[in-house]
């Protein structure tokens, strides 16, 4: 090639570059963005209602200098205009006085950041060591130290099985 034609062919060589890398870039983008639409629309929906989000939770409320309850979750969810933490795959640890303490694991955990009131859902478990309490809901009411579920109960110990339509468990 003389020198005249590869100087006249070096701009077209060069827009045909741009626009190949550009055209790469956006099918890429738009490939990224179709296949996991459900991420997408979750991440929108969180950052709508949210004030932060946060993935592996630890958290532990103390009174006086004594540990009340401890809390880890695989993430949480705060959001402040409602005073509400929402929390999923919970475990808590409810500490009593006489040095015992209740498991309590659930898939999903609704803390009223105001009142410390928990509510827990999904394959419930509450252990305390010598019983379990199964059910599908249940609520801690943090002021008077009690676990009560308005569900469906199983409770399990050595010695005893017992359903029950509801059940309470007095923490204090």
Known sequence: MSESKLAQFKPFLLITVFLVFGLVLTLFIGYRTISNPEKLLVSSLVQDDATIVIDRVHQTSTKNG?????????????????????????SMNIYMENDKRVKLTAHKGYLNTDTRDMRVDGDVVADDGELKILTETLNYEHARRVLVSTKPVQVLGSKIQLNAESASYDLA
Do not use: G, R, T, Y
Request: charged content about 45%; aromatic content about 12%.
């Open 66 to 90: 004594i540990k009340e309850w401890s809390l880890d979750a695989k993430s949480a969810k705060f959001i402040e205009k409602d005073k509400q933490a929402i929390f999923d795959e919970v």
